[in-house]
């Protein structure tokens, strides 16, 4: 009787209605498993599609091997039983023009970023909300940064070669700086707003002027950050200029291209060039990732494979390196306002201040050092006559500026276009999705409990983040022929390493509570892990999801430009043709896809917080 009543009890309760994060995340996961199915069907994938790559895959590297590094010569010789290579050393200029390939790459992104990180300063003043003079240079500022960073940098390349008479590397820095000025703008915006006002407010009440405020209140605060911006995006910029090679921008990118490009003996090369941008990768990763634990005395917390060396380093050299603020609670307590104040009044020259002022100081001899090998024509860009205007509209030229149009095509074939490009997005997303479904779990600590296997899967994460994007993405559309069904494979391969790891870390940072309540109950391994984990962490998984596609999206339309399909394909085909008009319309297409994507990632995070 008793039983009963408690049943009855429990059903007249009224079930609290399902949460909006809750609706919005199940409407998340399950769109992008509808939509990304849709997209395997309309990009035609099929198991003799996947016969077909797998025969262009050993295609492919029976064309590339044996490697031919540089220094070294492949010579096949046809002999009954089959062609014999033979490899020869043929003395070090090749190694010297290589070394030089990869002087010109770091000179150009150097150079590039450095110009960013200056141009994003203004920028970033009138996008915060705490320095900006009024809406109107808010809502301006903002609009430069996303317009900056939906336009690739190849277009600015081509754009400005055409304005300027190919003027040397000039083209290319610039537009590495223009690109690079919508991440470090925004994220140079996110960190002033996040200042303490204290020291702005009392420049004010001392009657300091505007720009006094800006420069000795704002600047010192998000000065580390600005530091760590441009170093991060310094990374990025160099895994993106294998992309800058399609249009001839001297460096690694170009000579991969002329690899791919040169026949079976170019094929050879294209290992090894591969090899190399990696290793340079990586290499600047960890230099880039030090830098900034050095300048902001903090352990790095990235996700990219220098953080995480780096991160390694100070776990083994023991205490004597940076530490995080959460980690040192005693430190932080005696970093209060009054503590830093009188230490930067009276901060001694010792080891860390020598130290830290050497590295400013040897950063900037850097920068100067790349502007120096670099020598772009900057004096063109003061001369009326290093300038086309005259060519930006001019009725009597097919190749003008203005007006754009669409050429020969109409906009069914631009929305089509556009649709692959979505489609390549989808597609590659829920294939990343479903692979790391099963790589990040068993990468995080409270899933996995055997050392091994966590360690494998993590190790497979890292070191599909070491290798560029791009450089993914050309290797599979060589491997597997072009197509958005290679873009596909290659986003979805690529976007393993990322999406993984940030499943894994959102996994360990759930609350134990639930799961140790379910394991106490006597629930077993994989009933902790669906009834409390997993759903303790969807939120943060929509969020990586929608991260990703956004990515994708943007990373969707590179690829057309390397033979991928899609709105990038038709970019190329008016980039080769030097169709300036057609350029201008299918960028505004881009802009309009890349503003729409990234304003329903917003709101879908908002909504999942």
Request: charged share 15%.
């Amino acid at each position: 009787m008793t039983a009963i009543a408690a049943e009855s009890r429990l059903l007249s309760v009224k079930r609290p209605r399902p949460r909006l994060a809750s609706v919005v995340s199940g409407g998340v996961i399950l769109a992008i498993i509808v939509l990304g199915v849709w997209s395997f069907i309309g990009l035609d994938y099929s198991f003799k599609s996947l016969e077909t790559t797998s025969g262009n895959i050993s295609r492919f590297i029976g064309l590339a091997t044996p490697m031919q590094w540089p220094g070294w010569e492949v010579t096949g010789t046809r002999t009954a039983a089959g062609t014999t290579f033979t490899t020869e050393w043929v003395g070090w200029e090749p190694v010297f023009e290589t070394l030089q390939s990869v002087a010109i790459t770091l000179a150009l992104v150097i150079a590039g970023t450095a110009l960013a990180a200056l141009l994003s300063i203004p920028v970033a003043y009138g996008a915060a909300r705490n320095t900006t003079p009024n809406g109107a240079v808010l809502a301006i500022s903002r609009g430069i940064g996303v317009v900056m960073r939906a336009i690739p940098d190849v277009v600015f390349v081509v754009f400005l070669a055409f304005l300027w008479f190919n003027s040397g590397t000039l083209p290319a820095i610039v537009a590495i700086g223009l690109h690079s000025i919508g991440m470090i703008s925004k994220m140079f915006a996110d960190a002033v707003e996040q200042i303490d006002e204290g020291p702005r407010l009392a420049i004010r009440a001392a009657g300091g002027s505007k720009a006094q405020e800006f420069w000795s209140g704002v600047v010192p605060q998000a000065l580390p950050a600005w530091i760590a911006i441009a170093l991060h995006r310094a990374d990025i910029n160099l895994r993106g200029t294998v992309i800058l090679g399609v249009v001839g921008v001297a460096g690694l990118g170009y000579d991969l291209d002329d690899a791919l490009h040169a026949g079976p003996a170019g094929m050879r090369r294209v290992i090894p060039i591969v090899l190399i941008i990696i290793a340079l990768c990586v290499v600047f990763e960890i230099i880039s990732s030090s830098i900034r634990a050095r300048l902001l005395d903090v352990r790095p917390t990235g996700k990219g494979i220098g953080d995480t060396v780096v991160r390694a380093m100070t776990r083994r050299s023991g205490a004597s390196g940076p530490k995080t603020a959460a980690q040192t609670p005693a430190q932080q307590a005696t970093r209060d306002r009054n503590a830093r104040i009188e230490a930067a009044l009276h901060r001694p020259w010792d080891r860390d201040r020598v130290a830290t002022t050497t590295w400013i100081w040897l950063g900037i001899a850097v920068v100067v050092a790349a502007f120096v090998y670099a020598q772009p024509d900057i004096l063109r860009l003061f001369t009326p006559e290093g300038w086309r205007w005259d060519q930006v509209s001019n009725p009597d030229l097919d190749r003008a500026v203005w007006p754009p149009n669409f050429g020969s095509r109409d906009w069914a074939d631009v929305l089509a276009a556009v649709l692959t490009t979505v489609q390549v997005a989808f597609a590659a997303t829920l294939m990343a999705a479903i692979i790391s479904a099963v790589v990040g779990p068993l990468s995080a600590r409270n899933v996995a409990a055997n050392g091994v296997v966590r360690n494998t899967f993590r190790g497979i994460a890292l070191f599909l983040r070491a290798i560029p994007d791009l450089v993914v993405a050309i290797l599979f559309i060589i491997a597997t022929g072009f197509g958005p069904q290679a873009g596909a494979l290659a986003l979805g391969i690529g976007g393993v390493g990322l999406l993984a790891k940030l499943i894994g870390d959102s996994m360990e940072e759930v609350p134990n509570g639930p799961e140790r309540a379910v394991a106490a109950a006597g629930g077993s391994r994989s009933q902790v892990f669906f009834s409390s984990t997993v759903p303790f962490s969807i939120p943060a998984l929509v969020g990586h999801l929608m991260y990703l596609l956004e990515q994708n999206v943007r990373s969707a339309t590179l690829l057309g430009i390397v033979g991928a399909g899609g709105i990038g394909f038709l970019l190329l085909n008016a980039l080769q043709g030097r169709h300036f008009d057609q350029v201008i319309a299918f960028v505004f297409v881009i802009i309009a896809l890349v503003v729409v994507v990234e304003t329903a990632s917003i709101l879908i995070r908002r909504a999942v917080r």
